[in-house]
Every structure is written in C-alpha cells, then in structure tokens.
C-alpha cells in the first residue's frame, strides 16, 4: 500500500474535524444555520469556479449529465445536511465528540453499503471482524463523548 493516500486521507480527516468548529462559529456571527450553509456552499462554488477556470477543466456535456442516475443527486443534499448537523452537534459534544460519532456513523453505515452493494459499490460481505471493530469504534464513541 502506498502511504500517500493514507497521508491524504488523514488530511481529510483534519478538514472535517476543522469543519463543525468553523461552522458553528459562523453561525455565532451569521444568526441561523442556514445562513451559514448558504455561504459555505457559495464559497465553494466560487472556489470550484475558479479552479475550473484556472485549470480548464471541460465540463461535462449535458449527455453526460443526463445519463448519470438520479440518486447521484443526492451527494449535494447529503452535504448540506453535514454542514446543518455539525452546526448543531459540535457546540454540545466538542470537536472530538462530534468526530468520533460521525466515524463510528461512516463505519456503520458503509459496512451496509458493501454488504448491499449500494451506490454501485462491489459486494463486500460482513464479516465478524469488521463488526468487532465497528463495535470498538462505538464503545470509543461512548468513552469520548460521555465524559
């Protein structure tokens, strides 16, 4: 195995653990969380903008857009309700807290993703292995936010 992707999956990590405080405290300062969002998304719009510019990246042909199925939609969705949720959780379980029930809420569910094949994935079975470290996962959960 490579350590470069390991290495840019731990700075993702460190992304999304600064995300909750940088939003919960945008919402000190902006009233309501989905002002917060609004702006987070507009953010990145623009960052996604200017870097197709900079980078001239093709975008994609309606054909393209078209032929993708409808659930891939959701991926949008799916994040404004992270960003509303982190509002939400980080001020009363911390930084930490949020994180590792966000984790233990990933391994869950991306446990029944494999098993399921969702979202095209390949099959994966559940094994007993896999169940016990989602298990200790949970336990350190517990431990991290019920001080």
Not at 8 to 30: K, N
Not at 38 to 50: Q, R
């Amino acid at each position: 195995m490579s350590l470069l992707p390991a290495l840019l999956a731990v700075l993702a990590g460190i992304i999304i653990a600064a995300q909750g405080p940088i939003y919960s405290r945008m919402t000190q300062g902006l009233s309501h969380p989905l002002n917060t969002t609004l702006l987070a998304f507009g953010t990145a719009t623009l960052v996604l903008i200017t870097l197709h510019l900079a980078t001239r990246t093709a975008l994609p042909s309606a054909a393209q857009v078209k032929a993708l199925p409808l659930w891939v939609w959701l991926g949008g969705v799916l994040g404004i309700c992270v960003v509303l949720l982190s509002i939400a959780a980080v001020p009363r379980l911390g930084a930490a807290g949020y994180i590792v029930a966000v984790i233990a809420g990933q391994l869950t569910a991306s446990l029944l993703f494999d098993q399921s094949g969702a979202f095209g994935l390949s099959f994966r079975p559940i094994t007993g292995q896999a169940l016990a470290g989602v298990a200790l996962i949970g336990a350190g959960a517990a431990l991290v936010i019920w001080r």
